[in-house]
């Protein structure tokens, strides 16, 4: 069986605007109904799979970003959702934001747009979906986790 | 000489088909729950795919104590289990309930965050809230079939619910704390993100969460076992009409779990308590005055 | 028999020898040596009785003809009831407390009277030995000598802490050895007035050891616990009175085997049972107990727990048999389950370690009670084992607090947050004796279970809501405790050792005992209460808790013994990661601080759950008091009265 049947999610907002954060929390209402994949929504990164960031990192959420991500147990997967998440959108030059979350943490997928459409972001799971069955074949191998960076 | 035999039939056959039981439920909940709330719902097989994964997960873990105590949670849980199929002394198999829960809370206070430490008091203040009621419904049936044994309670000319219509249905309202269902899901919850996160299961994860879960799972068969012993008689019918009542007030607290949102623990310690006293008890009273007249 | 006069005199003299001995090495050397003697005597005498005895199911009895040295030695007891007024006298006027000298006086004048008019019923035994008395003297003799033994590394380090009290555990020590002696003379005698003797005696140490300190705290409750036993001693003063004058008679046995032949048994019988209540600190009688944790831990350990409080219940246990279906019974199972319910409510919202245990002792004390008044065989044998299990494991409860707060200054549950990364070995220690006061497959737990099967079948349903709501409380205030002691700091280093070699020595053999009787306990049950309860009760007892469930409990604690074993594989191979626990992911790098929004950082703590708004002193003491006390008036002159008319 392949772990992608269950992912459970973690969702962080590391700054945003809170208009991918609606969206994000509109894609786990039972509208869209992702639990037909499996996916729950834990907020809890010790039972995560895949962590769902929002926004552009700032000097603030960077420590949290990367604890967050520490406590995940592997395999694992990141989603940067909008285009503040993939690399720090309008506010890219601000003085306390860092960029995108590759900047702090591994990014798996890429989804962009402001804000990020529900449908535009379960697609981006399911793409992380299939990183992180490839993560637990490299695990098996005792191979390093990092496999690929894909832009979605 | 066959005694034996029949006994560790039950006990083998209680851990190998248990956990299909309990998935069968878990299934069955995820999937009603879904249609409760007009969605289509994950697949049936969903809690397999879970564990599954669960158990492919890199542990990670506060300290190492926790996994061995979450170990004696499951542990405890599946040996109280075999007690009971194996005919045991029903007491005795919540005795042995409660020591497991207690491994349970110890897991999450020696991890020692806000979160767990929040789910572990809440999950003392739920052991208290049904402790009394699950004695109460041992007693109910010694004063039925006059014997703890659970192998003399199968034994009965008329299913014991006859007479304790009041323990059954306090019975089912801690069935409520106990399979964490809202609106007394205090301490931990299979729902998503709120206010204590996870509470108690916060800091266990990956595999030793795969070992809470499998757990829990055999915890919960033998929850619905209870609920089906009201019923069971010599006659191997009952045995239908046990599972079809488990089958039906497992549906009503899937619906119960849908309807209401979680109370506050005062609520919920002086309600059950309570609906112990006021129904339990009284049926309890009755039958003890039933005794003494000599009927 | 010889064994038990010299048991009796030894430690006699090491409570004098101790007295004198003013120097710290003398008599320490003095303590220790005279404690394992004493336990080598103790043990040695339950051997010989048990073998003389019969087997447990015949017992010894002494009539001790009217020679010299009965006479002089029933000489001694008057001159030391005299010495013991005098004694509290004194004492009363100088600390303003009148109304003690009115009840000390009505309680012994009646019995001084009946002795030097001669009215006192002679050629009765005086001793009786079963074994009953047997397993009394194992608990009172090993319980006992182990903590004196510990007491002097205790008191080492309490006068190193509380310069501000007087330095005398010489006295100390001496009335523990003193305390033991009267014990000893207390579960031997037969004769009610020695019995009422040894219990007054008994009382005046545990009010002289509560003032210890001589604080105005310490005063003010050594007095009320002397009030409340010489009201108690009153009750048993009565009950002397009627026996004598109404069936001539002056033994208890034979106050026993009189059953039901006589109506008026009901009045000595509850009149007992009302001194028991004051000795084993019943609602409404509980204050003292509490009040009596200002001793020194020892005394708090030793009488306050394991012995002296237990007398009481000794005694309802002796008369047990006579309490079936009548109203006395009716008394004291009220009293005792309402107890057992409601200090269980009470020690939720403590969080002092002493106070918890203190409640925790009533509320035990309450469950032996309301057993003991049942008047059954199956219930009265839950109730000794009660009373064996109770005994160990809350005297070792009490030196590990006491231990704990030489060690770290403080008693306090929350401080105990992280005992075992702290204190790994006190954890442990503490970890067993509190298992074994409510979790399955210990001790307290069994019999607990026998004593609800006793009640159901004896058709008493109130008895039967008390357990079963006091098991869930007090489930949850062991469990707080024990979640407080697990939990793991991160970055936390063990505390240095302070604590005394020879305390770790006692504080060991009592988890040892623990684990025995936990083990054993079928076999003590056979062995011993089981015989003596068919010869009581006059009806053959079985097994209370069958064989196969005993088979069950067995694994689960050979289960439990290995689960560390276990521990260690997975240790072993372990292939996890290690993080910090979640703190919505701004853990400062310990498990105690998080890092705040001005990105400074804070400490975070979650204590345990009291909820004083429910449960707390001020909302249930007083309303539990009163209704405990307006039960045991109504009672007892129903009772009385009835019996009467």
């Known amino acids: 069986m392949k772990i992608s049947r269950s992912p459970w999610l973690l969702h962080y907002d590391a700054s945003s605007c809170n208009g991918c954060d609606i969206e994000v929390l509109a894609s786990t209402t039972p509208r869209f109904d992702v639990e037909r994949f499996g996916i729950i929504n834990t907020g809890n990164p010790k039972h995560a799979d895949i962590m769902v960031v929002t926004g552009g990192v700032n000097a603030q959420t960077k420590q949290v970003v990367r604890q967050l991500y520490s406590q995940m147990p592997d395999p694992k997967v990141v989603i940067a959702a909008g285009i503040c998440a993939c690399d720090g959108g309008i506010f890219k030059d601000c003085y306390n934001i860092s960029g995108g979350v590759d900047t702090v943490i591994p990014v798996d997928v890429y989804v962009p747009g402001c804000a990020v459409r529900p449908e535009a972001l379960i697609d981006g799971v399911v793409k992380a979906l299939a990183i992180l069955d490839e993560k637990r074949e490299a695990m098996k191998n005792h191979a390093t986790c990092e496999v690929h960076l894909d832009k979605a | 000489m066959n005694e034996i035999v029949m006994t560790v039939i039950a006990i083998v056959a209680f851990v190998i088909f248990a956990p299909i039981v309990g998935f069968f439920l878990e299934g069955y909940d995820r999937v009603v729950s879904a249609k409760l709330q007009r969605r289509q719902g994950p697949p049936f097989l969903q809690p397999v795919y879970d564990l599954i994964k669960l158990f492919e997960k890199q542990a990670i873990v506060v300290n190492n104590f926790e996994t061995a105590l979450v170990l004696g949670f499951t542990i405890f849980t599946i040996f109280s289990g075999c007690i009971f199929f194996a005919g045991g002394d029903i007491l005795l198999v919540f005795f042995a309930f409660s020591l497991a829960d207690m491994f349970l809370v110890l897991a999450a206070s020696s991890a020692n965050s806000p979160y767990s430490s929040l789910g572990s008091q809440r999950e003392f203040i739920q052991m208290m809230a049904y402790e009394p009621m699950t004695l109460l419904t041992a007693i109910g049936f010694y004063m039925v079939c006059g014997s703890f044994n659970v192998s003399d309670i199968i034994n009965q000319d008329v299913p014991a619910i006859v007479r304790t219509p009041g323990v059954f249905l306090g019975y089912c309202f801690i069935l409520i704390i106990k399979l964490r269902k809202s609106p007394f899901d205090l301490s931990t919850s299979h729902h998503a993100h709120q206010e204590m996160v996870k509470g108690l299961t916060q800091d266990i994860a990956g595999n030793v969460l795969g070992i809470l879960e499998l757990g829990e799972i055999y915890e919960e068969v033998f929850l619905m076992a209870i609920v089906a012993l009201f019923f069971i008689t010599k006659n191997p019918l009952s045995y239908v009409v046990g599972v079809a009542a488990s089958l039906i007030i497992f549906f009503i607290m899937i619906v119960i779990d849908n309807v209401f949102p979680r109370v506050k623990w005062e609520n919920m310690l002086i309600s059950s308590w309570g609906v112990t006293l006021a129904l339990a008890g009284s049926n309890f009273l009755i039958l003890t005055m039933l005794k003494i007249a000599g009927i | 028999m010889p064994l038990l006069f010299i048991l009796f005199f030894f430690t006699l003299l090491i409570s004098v020898s101790v007295y004198f001995s003013r120097s710290d090495a003398l008599r320490e050397g003095i303590v220790t040596v005279g404690s394992i003697v004493m336990m080598v005597l103790d043990v040695a005498f339950c051997a010989w009785a048990f073998g003389a005895a019969g087997y447990g199911d015949g017992y010894l009895s002494y009539f001790l003809p009217e020679t010299a040295a009965v006479n002089a030695f029933n000489h001694v007891i008057m001159a030391g009831e005299i010495f013991l007024f005098l004694l509290i006298t004194v004492l009363s006027i100088k600390h303003g407390k009148w109304y003690c000298i009115l009840l000390s006086f009505i309680g012994t004048a009646p019995v001084l009277w009946l002795d030097l008019t001669g009215r006192a019923v002679e050629n009765a035994p005086m001793l009786k030995i079963d074994s009953l008395t047997i397993l009394m003297f194992l608990v009172v003799g090993l319980v006992g000598g182990l903590i004196c033994i510990y007491s002097n590394g205790y008191l080492h380090d309490y006068h190193h802490h509380h310069t501000d009290v007087e330095k005398r555990p010489w006295f100390f020590q001496s009335m523990l050895f003193l305390f033991l002696t009267a014990m000893y003379g207390l579960i031997s005698s037969d004769n009610m007035s020695w019995m009422f003797f040894f219990w007054e005696i008994t009382s005046t140490i545990s009010f002289l050891l509560i003032g210890y300190t001589r604080k105005e ?185 006491g231990a704990v707060e030489n060690a770290t200054g403080s008693r306090d549950i929350e401080d105990m947050h992280g005992l075992i990364v702290k204190m790994p070995k006190m954890a442990f220690v503490m970890t067993v004796a509190i298992c074994g006061m409510f979790l399955a497959p210990f001790g307290m737990l069994v019999a607990k279970w026998a004593a609800l099967k006793a009640y159901i079948d004896s058709n008493n349903v109130l008895l039967v809501i008390f357990l079963v709501f006091g098991s869930a409380t007090t489930m949850f205030y062991w469990g707080k405790w024990l979640g407080k002691l697990f939990a793991v700091l991160h970055q936390s280093e063990t505390l240095r050792d302070i604590i005394h070699k020879s305390e770790w020595y006692v504080m060991y053999m009592l988890t040892a005992l623990v684990i025995t009787l936990c083990a054993t306990f079928p076999f003590l049950g056979q062995i011993f209460i089981q015989p003596m309860l068919s010869m009581e009760f006059g009806v053959q007892v079985g097994q209370i808790i069958s064989s196969d469930d005993v088979r069950v409990m067995l694994m689960m604690l050979i289960m439990i013994a290995l689960m560390p074993v276990l521990g260690l594989f997975l240790l072993l191979n372990r292939k996890e990661k290690m993080t910090m626990s979640y703190m919505a992911g701004a853990n400062a790098g310990d498990d105690r601080h998080f890092v705040d929004a001005f990105g400074g950082i804070r400490p975070s703590y979650l204590s345990n759950w009291y909820m004083d708004e429910m449960f707390g002193e001020k909302k249930i003491l007083i309303p539990s008091l009163c209704v405990a006390a307006a039960f045991v008036v109504v009672l007892m002159i129903l009772a009385i009265g009835g019996a009467i008319r």
């Open chain 3, 217 to 401: 705290e310490a005063v003010t409750n050594s007095f009320r616990a002397l009030w409340m036993n010489l009201l108690g001693g009153f009750g048993f003063t009565v009950a002397i009175l009627y026996s004598a004058f109404v069936y001539q008679n002056g033994s208890l046995m034979e106050l026993i085997s009189m059953s039901e032949a006589k109506a008026g048994i009901v009045i000595p019988v509850a009149c007992l049972a009302f001194a028991a209540f004051t000795k084993s600190a019943q609602m409404p009688f509980s204050r003292w107990l509490l009040g009596a944790m200002v001793a020194p831990t020892p005394s708090s350990a030793l009488l306050h727990s394991a012995t002296m409080v237990k007398a009481g219940v000794y005694l309802l246990i002796r008369i047990s048999p006579l309490m079936t279906g009548n109203l006395a019974g009716v008394m004291v199972t009220t009293i005792g389950g309402f107890t057992f319910f409601a200090a269980s409510l009470l020690a939720i919202s403590q969080s002092d370690g002493k106070k918890v245990l203190a409640y925790s002792t009533i509320s035990n004390l309450g469950l032996i009670t309301a057993c003991s008044g049942v008047g059954e065989p199956a219930a009265t044998w839950a109730a000794i084992m009660l009373l064996l299990f109770h005994a160990v494991s809350k005297s070792l409860m009490f030196l590990c607090v």
